[in-house]
């Protein structure tokens, strides 16, 4: 990659982290371009040269954070036999999203309807692949449990950190800092465990 190259990949870069930031705090209709050039530094103008519009930058976000959440699910899958130890860095992986990115599981829940139909649909394929991967791992600390509980399982875990992390940020009205994040991560990290592995009476 050349600097100019580089440079670019850059940009683009701190131009999704800047809409992301922004659609989770205002929501997407209430932000426009311009509003994300000024936050890294250009006009809503130059956004162009990177994006064909605001919808493409949501749906270029949405379909970034849905690729890294499913490839980092993926590598763990590979890298851990062992199901206690791949649930363990599963959580770790999905709790250490959460505090970073707040505002991007705002616009995931939020915003979704918003999307091309062509990135809806990629999305929802990644989204549920990943929910599939949770969902296996669990499957084999709970052999006994249904496709439905398992299920239900994944998306309990994901809304205790996810809202968590969320709410956290709403809360301080800023980023938290480091000592707080570290401490958040090891209550919701504790917390997902015990979700997982409480027993259900049948």
Known sequence: MTRRQAEKEQRRHDLLEAAGRLFGLHGFASVALDDIGS??????????????????MLGQLLLGVSAELLDGARGIRAQEADVASRLDRLVAFQV???????????????????????????????????IELWAAAIGQLHPGAGSEELRTRVHAVFGLINSTAHSMKHHYGSAPS?????????????????????????
């Open 39 to 56: 936050e890294v530094g250009v006009t809503g103008q130059a956004i162009y040269r990177h994006f064909r519009g605001k919808q493409d």
């Open 178 to 202: 480091p000592t707080a994040i570290d401490d958040s991560a090891r209550a919701l990290t504790a917390m997902a465990r015990a979700a997982i592995d409480c027993r259900i009476d049948r």
């Open 96 to 130: 250490a999203f959460a505090l970073r990115s707040p505002e991007v599981i705002r616009v995931q829940d939020q915003e979704m309807q918003r999307l091309a139909d062509a990135d809806r649909r990629r999305i929802r394929r990644m989204q549920r692949e990943y």
